[in-house]
């Protein structure tokens, strides 16, 4: 079995509505080892938001313990779990969530704000990852004259500006055509075949057949873990490779 990146045992979350106890969660245990790809599924109301936002430290358990990068979260305060989320994860969701009014490069840079790098040096890492994912040459632009797909690119290289660990994706392809939606899920899988952890949230099949491991939740409760069948390889497997486009690439044009 290899690292893990996430292990939870006996996972359990309560809340308290306004009918009584709610739970959302039962007893969830998952490891997830250095470099697995996995798509979390289930229908709305199954527990895997829930779950995702346990995973990315927006949440605590009720019960249970997690442990990210071996690290137990629950023995740790607001400062130390805020420094191990920055340090080890990064997060792509299906709104796209960019500063309108500030550049490509300066949304991808924000999450260095806090790095103890200058300006000028927060741009440039953050043209590196935009050139990673083949949107350099649009650094100065602004969000609203690129596509959703290109938005959404540049808000996984805003995940990637850390170099995290462990992406976190939360229904990421939700707001995008199926064309673009898998031009996104083959720039995860290459992320992947790079050595970063991803866990993604979806409700479309044709999404989660991307990843190599599909975990599916129903009631608060894991009723399948098993690896997607045509995906059994191991990530980084010869003749499995897809390299990330080069600027301009994945067929998309330029700026409108």
């Known amino acids: 079995m290899t690292e893990a990146v996430i292990r939870v045992e006996s996972l359990g979350k309560d809340y308290d509505t306004p009918a009584g106890p709610f739970t959302a969660l039962k007893e969830v ?3 997830v080892g250095t470099g697995e790809f996995v798509a979390i ?6 527990g895997k938001s829930t779950f995702m936002n346990i995973l990315g430290c927006l949440d605590r358990p009720s019960r249970g313990r997690y442990f990210l990068a071996g690290r137990d979260v629950a023995g740790l305060d607001k400062d130390e779990t805020a420094q191990l989320r920055n340090r080890t994860i990064g997060f792509v969701f299906q709104g796209f969530n960019l500063l309108p009014r500030m550049s490509l490069a300066d949304n991808v840079a924000l999450p260095l704000v806090y790095s103890g790098l200058g300006h000028a040096e927060r741009r440039e890492h953050a043209r590196e990852v935009l050139e990673k994912v083949g ?5 100065d632009s602004l969000p609203s004259r690129i596509s959703g797909g290109q938005q959404q690119r540049v808000a996984i290289a805003r995940a990637l500006v850390n170099r995290p660990r462990l992406i976190l994706a939360d229904e990421p392809t939700g707001n995008l055509d199926s064309h673009t939606s898998h031009e996104i899920m083959q720039v995860f899988r290459t992320l992947n075949e ?15 057949a991307f990843a190599r491991r599909q975990v599916r939740f129903l009631d608060g409760e894991i009723v399948h873990d098993a690896p997607t069948p045509t995906h059994q390889a191991t990530p980084g497997e010869a003749g499995d490779r897809h390299p990330l486009p080069r600027e301009g690439g994945w067929g998309e044009g330029p700026p409108c």
């Open 29 to 31: 245990n998952l490891h």
């Open 41 to 46: 599924m289930g229908p709305s109301g199954s």
């Open 135 to 139: 949107l350099g040459r649009y650094a």
């Open 194 to 208: 790079e050595g970063i952890t991803v866990v993604l949230i979806t409700h479309e099949p044709d999404i989660a």
